[in-house]
């Protein structure tokens, strides 16, 4: 497992689609993950620090869990399959610890309210980890010999796949990239 910090939430400029940017806490690595206006709201209000009047649904699910005496420890992007992310919630609850199927973008918004680490499968960063150029965002295509090598971990019909991804990183207004709102 590799611990992951929320680097920021973008906006696609071609179709308003929202993604989150994940990126390795003692790395270069970024995971792009496509998600919701809702859970994108749902992160960005808690990591802006804005207040709402009434408790926003992952709120709600957070003081539920803190209402029946478990703990969220961590959140962890397990899989990718089919171009769709799955995620785990790991909770303690009675001195156990148990997984909760969840989607990333709902684990993300947990655990920011949580304050609980982020972690992703290694498998899942080596699917779909990118490193992003650090004067223009863009992503940085590998030298030959690392798809190569990659290309012995994963298929050359999810290489096809995950295209999707980079041509929608390119796709991100990237300006404001090393920017935080305070």
Do not use: C
């Not at 802006?48 to 420890?73: C, F, K, N, Y």
């Not at 909760?100 to 304050?115: E, F, H, T």
């Amino acid at each position: 497992m590799v611990e992951m910090t929320i680097d920021s939430i973008r906006v696609s400029l071609m179709n308003y689609q929202r993604v989150v940017i994940l990126k390795e806490k003692m790395a270069r690595r970024y995971l792009p993950i496509w998600i919701g206006p809702a859970e994108a709201d749902a992160i960005a209000v808690k990591l802006q620090g804005v207040t709402v009047p009434r408790p926003l649904t992952h709120d709600l699910l957070s003081s539920v869990i803190d209402s029946l005496g478990a703990t969220i420890d961590s959140i962890i992007v397990s899989d990718l399959k089919s171009d769709t992310f799955y995620a785990k919630i790991i909770l303690t609850v009675d001195g156990e610890q148990i997984e909760i199927d969840s989607r990333p973008s709902d684990a993300l918004a947990l655990a920011v309210r949580a304050d609980a680490p982020i972690y992703a499968d290694e498998a899942v960063l080596d699917k779909a980890g990118i490193l992003l150029d650090e004067e223009t965002g863009k992503p940085v295509i590998e030298e030959t010999e690392d798809i190569e090598a990659r290309e012995g971990k994963v298929s050359e019909e999810e290489m096809k796949k995950l295209s999707a991804f980079y041509d929608f990183i390119n796709t991100l207004d990237l300006d404001d990239f090393d920017k935080r709102k305070s």
